[in-house]
């Protein structure tokens, strides 16, 4: 699954909620938006949001109820037992935080 996160227009979106086996946070940034002004605006969308927030070394820290939030209604009832495992899994690796925040890898478009 992937948050879009849009620069532009501030909205936080779940694509691919079912695919539980990936995790990141993907940057929709207007032409032009480059280095720390882009990530200035994902941490204040992201935390404005409720969705989460940056760490010092650019991956985000992802509330899983904000997924589950954005989740309803796009998924079977089978889902939140599998984002559980998921969670469980990222808690074996290391990637989450103490409030249980899911470490996401953030993906930024090209050039930006």
């Known amino acids: 699954m992937v948050i879009v996160v849009d620069l532009t227009n ?4 779940l694509v691919a909620p079912d695919d539980t086996d990936h995790f990141a946070v993907r940057v929709s940034a207007p032409a032009g938006a480059t280095g720390s002004s882009s990530a200035g605006g994902l941490a204040r969308i992201l935390a404005a949001t409720g969705v989460g927030r940056l760490d010092a070394g650019g991956d985000a ?7 589950r939030f954005r989740a309803a209604g796009q998924v079977d009832d089978r889902w ?3 984002f559980a495992a998921m969670c469980r899994f990222a808690t ?3 990637w989450t935080a103490d409030d ?3 470490r996401a890898h953030v993906e930024w478009p090209a050039g930006a």
């Not at 501030?10 to 979106?13: E, H, K």
């Not at 820290?61 to 997924?67: H, M, N, R, T, Y």
Request: aromatic share 4%; net charge negative.
């Open 10 to 13: 501030g909205i936080v979106t």
């Open 80 to 82: 939140d037992d599998r």
């Open 61 to 67: 820290f992802v509330d899983p109820e904000a997924v």
């Open 100 to 102: 249980g925040a899911i």
């Open 92 to 94: 074996t690796k290391g």
